[in-house]
């Protein structure tokens, strides 16, 4: 099992909901990765963990909260969003935190916040 | 992305080579990769160059590397349609996380 898998595929939410988004990979990675992608742009780094433990928080908003249940699994938390939080969130994971581990990309959850 | 410049748009005729460019800023850089974005996707690596490499061939991939210029291009041979997509350039400087920095991306449109 070589890829990582992200759930849901889409997802419409209202200001006031309160959802998650899920990634998870089988490939024994022990870095994991939440980045956001606005339309043309690059992905835009949100938080990495590392061992399951935070290692990066790139001054995300508070309204989104990540967890790491288990090695496998990484979650994103999303409450009060804004419009603006609209985007593809990327999950990515790699062997390690360091060196040369390439990252293996997720499909993304398309989010749209109403 | 800043740090690492593109190019938006690339127009291409099927079966023609392409050449997709990028700047980075950052002599130090040790890797710099190419990565692949389709439409409603996530990112795929095609390929990536040591900082030590001045060219890499994989197939119809061909990355050049001009260190003195901070130059990285990727050429695609033979380009079909189902090339069409986002091409990002990214560096990753020494030291810490692998976290690379990103280009902003070229839309490679290939036509019939």
């Known amino acids: 099992d070589t890829e990582v898998t992200q759930t849901p595929k889409h997802l419409v939410m209202g200001m006031t909901n309160k959802k998650s988004l899920k990634c998870e990979q089988h490939?024994?990675?022990?870095?994991m990765y939440w980045y956001k992608q606005k339309a043309k742009k690059p992905p835009e780094l949100m938080f990495v963990?590392?061992?399951?433990?935070?290692?990066i928080n790139e001054s995300v908003p508070s309204r989104f909260s990540p967890e790491c249940p288990n090695s496998s699994l990484l979650n994103l938390h999303l409450h009060a969003l804004q419009p603006e939080d609209s985007a593809l969130y990327l999950c990515?994971?790699?062997?390690?935190?360091?060196?040369?581990?390439?990252?293996?990309f997720g499909p993304g959850t398309r989010l749209t916040v109403l | 992305g800043e740090d690492v410049e593109q190019s938006l748009f690339l127009s291409v005729r099927e079966g023609d080579s392409s050449v997709i460019n990028c700047t980075y800023t950052?002599?130090?850089?040790?890797?710099l990769y190419w990565y692949k974005q389709e439409p409603g996707a996530g990112l795929q690596l095609l390929t990536y160059?040591?900082?030590?490499?001045d060219m890499k061939q994989d197939q119809r991939l061909t990355v050049l590397l001009n260190k003195k210029d901070k130059h990285l291009s990727l050429r695609i041979a033979d380009t079909q349609t189902g090339d069409s997509a986002i091409y990002f350039c990214?560096?990753?400087?020494?030291?810490?996380?692998?976290?690379?920095?990103f280009g902003r991306g070229t839309s490679l449109i290939v036509h019939p």
């Open positions: 990515a994971s790699s062997q390690g935190p360091t060196g040369d581990n390439e990252q293996f």
């Open positions: 490939m024994g990675h022990r870095a």
């Open positions: 963990y590392s061992y399951e433990k935070l290692s």
């Open positions: 950052d002599s130090s850089s040790t890797y």
């Open positions: 160059i040591f900082s030590n490499m």
């Open positions: 990214a560096e990753k400087i020494p030291g810490g996380s692998y976290i690379p920095t």
